[in-house]
Protein backbone atom coordinates (compact mmCIF):
# COMPACT_ATOMS: atom_id res chain seq x y z
CA UNK A 1 0.00 0.00 0.00
CA UNK A 2 1.14 3.48 -1.05
CA UNK A 3 1.08 6.66 1.54
CA UNK A 4 0.55 9.91 0.51
CA UNK A 5 1.75 13.13 2.15
CA UNK A 6 -0.59 16.60 2.24
CA UNK A 7 1.91 17.77 -0.31
CA UNK A 8 1.34 14.49 -2.58
CA UNK A 9 4.50 12.72 -2.37
CA UNK A 10 5.02 9.22 -1.65
CA UNK A 11 4.86 8.77 2.52
CA UNK A 12 8.29 6.39 2.63
CA UNK A 13 7.34 5.88 5.88
CA UNK A 14 3.79 4.88 6.12
CA UNK A 15 3.86 2.88 2.70
CA UNK A 16 4.94 -0.74 2.52
CA UNK A 17 7.85 -1.12 0.35
CA UNK A 18 8.77 -4.78 -0.04
CA UNK A 19 12.26 -4.03 -1.27
CA UNK A 20 14.79 -1.61 -2.72
CA UNK A 21 17.01 -2.51 -6.00
CA UNK A 22 19.71 -0.69 -7.22
CA UNK A 23 21.46 -1.11 -10.59
CA UNK A 24 24.67 0.77 -11.13
CA UNK A 25 27.09 1.77 -13.89
CA UNK A 26 30.49 1.02 -12.54
CA UNK A 27 31.98 2.45 -15.98
CA UNK A 28 31.23 6.35 -15.30
CA UNK A 29 32.72 8.19 -18.25
CA UNK A 30 30.43 10.93 -17.84
CA UNK A 31 30.17 13.47 -15.40
CA UNK A 32 26.24 13.30 -15.58
CA UNK A 33 24.75 11.04 -13.25
CA UNK A 34 20.97 9.88 -13.57
CA UNK A 35 18.71 8.29 -10.77
CA UNK A 36 15.62 6.48 -11.42
CA UNK A 37 13.07 5.45 -8.58
CA UNK A 38 10.95 2.81 -10.16
CA UNK A 39 8.00 2.32 -7.61
CA UNK A 40 5.79 -0.65 -8.90
CA UNK A 41 4.02 -3.66 -7.35
CA UNK A 42 5.82 -6.84 -6.72
CA UNK A 43 4.16 -9.21 -9.21
CA UNK A 44 4.37 -7.09 -11.99
CA UNK A 45 8.30 -6.97 -11.31
CA UNK A 46 8.15 -10.02 -11.05
CA UNK A 47 6.67 -11.17 -14.21
CA UNK A 48 8.73 -8.19 -15.68
CA UNK A 49 11.90 -10.13 -14.94
CA UNK A 50 10.93 -13.20 -15.63
CA UNK A 51 10.15 -11.89 -19.41
CA UNK A 52 6.42 -12.90 -18.71
CA UNK A 53 4.93 -9.13 -20.16
CA UNK A 54 7.19 -6.51 -21.72
CA UNK A 55 8.26 -3.58 -19.87
CA UNK A 56 7.65 -1.51 -22.82
CA UNK A 57 3.75 -1.71 -22.20
CA UNK A 58 4.50 -1.02 -18.74
CA UNK A 59 6.87 2.13 -19.03
CA UNK A 60 4.19 3.86 -21.05
CA UNK A 61 0.90 2.97 -19.10
CA UNK A 62 0.45 4.08 -15.59
CA UNK A 63 1.61 0.97 -13.78
CA UNK A 64 5.43 2.08 -12.66
CA UNK A 65 5.67 5.38 -10.88
CA UNK A 66 8.39 6.82 -11.29
CA UNK A 67 10.99 9.45 -9.61
CA UNK A 68 13.77 11.34 -11.44
CA UNK A 69 16.72 12.89 -9.92
CA UNK A 70 17.48 15.32 -11.98
CA UNK A 71 14.02 15.53 -12.97
CA UNK A 72 14.39 15.24 -16.45
CA UNK A 73 13.82 12.37 -18.84
CA UNK A 74 16.63 10.57 -19.56
CA UNK A 75 15.45 8.11 -22.65
CA UNK A 76 18.55 5.47 -22.40
CA UNK A 77 17.97 4.72 -18.49
CA UNK A 78 14.45 4.36 -18.93
CA UNK A 79 14.55 1.97 -21.61
CA UNK A 80 17.29 0.15 -20.49
CA UNK A 81 14.92 -1.76 -18.23
CA UNK A 82 13.64 -3.72 -21.07
CA UNK A 83 17.11 -5.47 -20.86
CA UNK A 84 16.71 -6.01 -16.91
CA UNK A 85 15.73 -9.91 -17.10
CA UNK A 86 16.63 -12.91 -14.93
Request: with cysteine; hydrophobic share 35%.
Amino acid sequence: NFEITNDCKLDNRRSKFLKTYTLKNFQKKTKDIFYLDCIIEYKLFKSLLSGKFPWNTSISGSTILFRRKPNKFNVDLTFSLNFLRI
